[in-house]
T-cell receptor, first 112, second 112 residues
Framework: NAGVTQTPKFRVLKTGQSMTLLCAQDMNHEYMYWYRQDPGMGLRLIHYSVGEGTTAKGEVPDGYNVSRLKKQNFLLGLESAAPSQTSVYFC???????????FGPGTRLTVT | GEDVEQSLFLSVREGDSSVINCTYTDSSSTYLYWYKQEPGAGLQLLTYIFSNMDMKQDQRLTVLLNKKDKHLSLRIADTQTGDSAIYFCAEIAMDSSYKLIFGSGTRLLVRP
């Protein structure tokens, strides 16, 4: 959807390990978003970016950091993973002409 | 605050109509959306409605919006087994983030 890819697709981490999730777009969108989805819940916004070099916090930013050094890439970092960060992570592109968002295929992360 | 609520589960017989309901709180939202998520997959935008509309029809999908009651519904005509999925209602935050605020999702089960 809308040329957005996410890597990796799956990852298992031990508590305390770190990792970086990559969202890449091949279009020219200014805005990019990172959401997490937990069982029985909709997506909740972690961080977002309104352009290269900018980032802002969403509803659930604790334990995550982000960077947008290049317009086409939005990185989500976990410095010290915790079991509470076990989730599926989605990158969103937006807003469309009607502010709709398109989502990447997701990264399934398990922290043991 | 912003909140979107949906019923958790709906079961219908194949060929019947399905109606999935949603209530939202932010009266300033200009757009409301319906997304579909199949097991293990990402979110697919199904349709959306602009806040100055009461109804929008798109093939088998009909969206009804009652702004006074802040109530949104999605009707699927002639429901098929392939429609079995989780359906999310979302509203857009009309601040600088343009983030989407999701309900917790309604699981639709279509029985043969």
């Amino acid at each position: 959807n809308a040329g957005v890819t996410q890597t990796p697709k799956f990852r298992v981490l031990k508590t305390g390990q770190s990792m970086t999730l990559l969202c890449a777009q091949d279009m020219n969108h200014e805005y990019m978003y990172w959401y997490r989805q937990d069982p029985g819940m909709g997506l909740r916004l972690i961080h977002y970016s309104v352009g290269e070099g900018t980032t802002a916090k969403g509803e659930v930013p604790d334990g995550y950091n982000v960077s947008r050094l290049k317009k086409q890439n939005f990185l989500l970092g976990l410095e010290s993973a915790a079991p509470s960060q076990t989730s599926v992570y989605f990158c969103g592109l937006p807003p469309g002409t009607s502010y709709e968002q398109y989502f990447g295929p997701g990264t399934r992360l398990t922290v043991t | 605050g912003e909140d979107v609520e949906q019923s958790l589960f709906l079961s219908v017989r194949e060929g019947d109509s399905s109606v999935i309901n949603c209530t939202y709180t932010d009266s300033s939202s200009t757009y409301l959306y319906w997304y579909k998520q199949e097991p293990g997959a990402g979110l697919q935008l199904l349709t959306y409605i602009f806040s100055n509309m009461d109804m929008k029809q798109d093939q088998r999908l009909t969206v009804l919006l009652n702004k006074k009651d802040k109530h949104l519904s999605l009707r699927i005509a002639d429901t098929q087994t392939g429609d079995s999925a989780i359906y999310f209602c979302a509203e857009i935050a009309m601040d600088s983030s343009y983030k989407l605020i999701f309900g917790s999702g309604t699981r639709l089960l279509v029985r043969p």
